[in-house]
């Protein structure tokens, strides 16, 4: 199995849009028995509540399945339990640092690391463009999902 957490500041806005679009992904290509994808937030402010409604909208929009999801907070153990720890933008992989301590084994990276153009991802939740968010985490899911078919 390949294990896949998705993080990003408060965990309903980026991090489970990524969880979505990246389990969709792999059902899509058959792969969905072969992963585990989840998704948590470095905060606590959000615990507990629900995807936001511009996550919602627009993967509606897309015909994208929201994954059934309450907010939740990445814990120390789980570096342990996933393969791939990833962040949406460089504050978000310095919380997860502070989270798991050091990445001994190289599992934390930003999603659009593994494009052809790496930068972050824009919290919607400030920028209100959702759109752009959605683009970039295609963008990002594609270019993980290729590394990781190629490994």
């Known amino acids: 199995m390949i294990k896949i957490l ?10 489970p849009m990524a969880e979505s679009v990246m389990t969709h992904m792999v059902n899509e290509q058959g792969l969905g028995d072969r992963f ?4 948590a937030a470095t905060s606590t ?19 994208i399945p929201l994954i059934p999801h309450r907010a939740v907070q990445m ?5 342990d339990n996933y393969d791939y720890i990833i962040g949406m933008d460089d504050w ?3 919380n997860i640092l502070r989270i798991v301590g ?8 930003s999603l659009l690391d593994f494009s052809l153009n790496p930068r972050p991802i824009a919290d919607p939740w400030y ?6 968010t959605y683009n970039d985490i295609i963008e990002g899911c ?10």
Do not use: M, P, W
């Not at 998705?6 to 991090?15: A, K």
């Not at 585990?36 to 998704?39: A, E, G, N, P």
């Open 142 to 151: 594609e270019a993980l999902l290729k590394k990781i078919k190629e490994a």
């Open 102 to 109: 050091a990445d001994t084994e190289g599992k934390v990276h």
């Open 45 to 63: 402010e959000e615990i507990g509540n629900s995807v936001h409604h511009g996550t919602v909208s627009i993967l509606k929009k897309h015909g």
């Open 6 to 15: 998705f993080v990003c500041h408060g965990n309903i806005c980026r991090s």
């Open 127 to 132: 920028t209100g463009d959702f759109i752009t």
């Open 75 to 79: 814990r120390r153990d789980d570096y």
């Open 36 to 39: 585990i994808i989840r998704s």
């Open 92 to 94: 978000n992989k310095k």
